[in-house]
């Protein structure tokens, strides 16, 4: 429930989100990462003929995570949902890279997709994001243009270029500070630096800019943007992407 | 009773589900010490941390799941390996056998399922679905008595005629195995013929196939 002005944070915070999938294990595994951001709350069920939940007692839905691989009775599993959860929104996981996902989505009327490509950290950001405003980043991820890395690189020092390559890899700050010999503190002031000079509000839309101008992670989080312009959008925004 | 937790690696082309795993894993007294999502980072990670099992997705590039498993275990290193797959497949888990698997399974089960069968590796054990069992054992059996079968028959080639498959199975037309062998085109036509004969095979690439799946060249090199 939104309050007005003066409503407390942890109010707002609380988010309930229910996860499915074909896969018990995914659902499962895919709602403990979910559970990993704070203030949320998950629970997980099985997509089958019927929707099945190990938890009886599962309340009211703010979020439901749809992961997927393919299209087949996504539509009438929509339906579906929209019953048990009036008012819940829908994002959609896919794995095909997004090949699909961004016409799914905007049938089912969900907030928007994600791409199993991204990390665990864009998925926190993106539930986030999707919780407070009721859509995901519209970002547009073009396949790496390597002179535009070099104009990406002259924004940053090169401490702060390593930090964000590091984000890009999808390492979680304490593994960065560990891996840079350096406190998690200093590692929360290099993203904050980077945030403040690429011009955005978050890590995920860092991570977007990055990757649209081809920073490649280190040492092993290429995520080939070459495959697919997109990794994620949303369906209640409706930008046009850019090519 | 304290004992260390059991260390992980998990390779899955998805890092969203590789994340996934590895925090369902954790919360499960698993200790990750890497995630990645290309197969070569997962050999490469494998060599330098030799955790005690390392869960590869199926799906993994540009290596698949099964060279992954083999390069591993080429490295003689401790290092239990679990292919786990989207749907069952027998195929998928002969070829996976057959590259040095300690487990395999389909993520039809739940969470606990694999968590149960990462102890099981970990502990020596082989983990197979018993519901596939009975298929394996089937196809191993099968490959089995085919390269008994080849081996029988490839012994009955003379010495002149294994050297002929040698090329034959190399890809070379006759022409080419003439002036290699230095003889007539003619002659090589009569080898080749008694080669299918004896091999009981009707073409040029049943005898190449039949050569590759069973090594019948490299198998008998300097052996006569």
């Not at chain 1, 490509?117 to 980043?137: K, Y």
């Not at chain 2, 970990?122 to 069992?133: T, V």
């Not at chain 2, 010495?159 to 199975?169: G, I, N, S």
Request: proline residues 4%; glycine residues 8%; charged residues 25%.
């Amino acid at each position: 429930m939104q309050q007005a002005d003066g409503g407390r944070r942890e109010r707002n915070d609380s988010c309930s989100v229910v996860v499915l999938s074909r896969s018990p294990m995914v659902a499962e595994a895919l709602a403990q990462l979910v559970r990993r951001t704070a203030g949320v709350g998950a629970a997980h069920g099985v997509i089958g003929d019927t929707l099945a939940f190990d938890d009886q007692d599962w309340g009211p839905a703010h979020l439901v995570l749809i992961e997927t691989s393919s299209q087949d009775g996504i539509q009438a599993l929509a339906v579906h949902v929209r019953s048990l959860w009036p008012g819940s929104r829908i994002i959609l996981v896919g794995r095909d890279r997004g090949a699909w996902c961004e016409r799914l989505s905007s049938d089912i009327g969900a907030v928007g997709w994600l791409s199993s490509a991204v990390t665990g950290q864009h998925l926190a950001e993106a539930l986030e994001l999707a919780h407070v405003a009721g859509r995901l980043p519209d970002l547009v991820i073009d396949p790496p243009r390597p002179r535009e890395e070099a104009a990406f690189a002259s924004l940053l020092t090169a401490r702060e270029l390593q930090v964000l390559r590091q984000l890009v890899a999808g390492h979680p700050a304490e593994e960065i500070a560990q891996r840079l010999h350096i406190s998690s503190n200093t590692v929360r002031t290099h993203v904050q630096n980077i945030l403040r000079r690429l011009d955005v509000h978050s890590q995920f839309e860092a991570l977007m800019v990055a990757r649209r101008a081809g920073l490649r992670g280190a040492p092993t989080g290429d995520l080939d943007g070459s495959q697919s312009g997109r990794w994620c959008g949303s369906a209640a925004v409706r930008a046009r992407p850019r090519r | 009773m304290t004992t260390s937790p059991v260390r992980v690696l998990v390779a899955d082309s998805d890092p969203l589900l590789g994340a996934a795993f590895r925090a369902g894993l954790e919360d499960n007294g698993l200790e990750i010490v890497a995630c990645v999502d290309r197969s070569d980072d997962a050999v490469r990670e494998a060599r330098r941390l030799v955790p005690d099992v390392a869960v590869l997705a199926a799906e993994l590039s540009p290596g698949d799941a099964v060279s992954t498993c083999a390069a591993i275990k080429a490295s003689l290193l401790p290092v239990r390996v679990l292919i786990v797959s989207e749907r069952p497949d027998q195929e998928l888990l002969l070829a996976a056998v057959e590259a040095g698997t300690d487990g395999y399974l389909d993520r039809s089960g739940r969470l606990e399922a694999l968590v149960s069968a990462i102890h099981k590796v970990h502990a020596g054990e082989a983990c197979i679905p018993s519901a596939m069992l009975g298929v394996l054992l089937r196809s191993l059996i099968e490959r089995r008595r085919d390269e008994d079968s080849a081996v029988e028959r490839y012994s009955r080639l003379s010495p002149r005629e294994k050297e002929v498959l040698a090329l034959l199975a190399a890809g070379m037309d006759n022409g080419a195995i003439a002036e290699k062998l230095v003889v007539s085109r003619h002659t090589v036509r009569t080898h080749v013929q008694n080669v299918l004969e004896k091999l009981e095979v009707h073409s040029r690439m049943e005898v190449a196939n039949l050569a590759m799946d069973f090594n019948l060249v490299e198998r008998f090199v300097g052996k006569p």
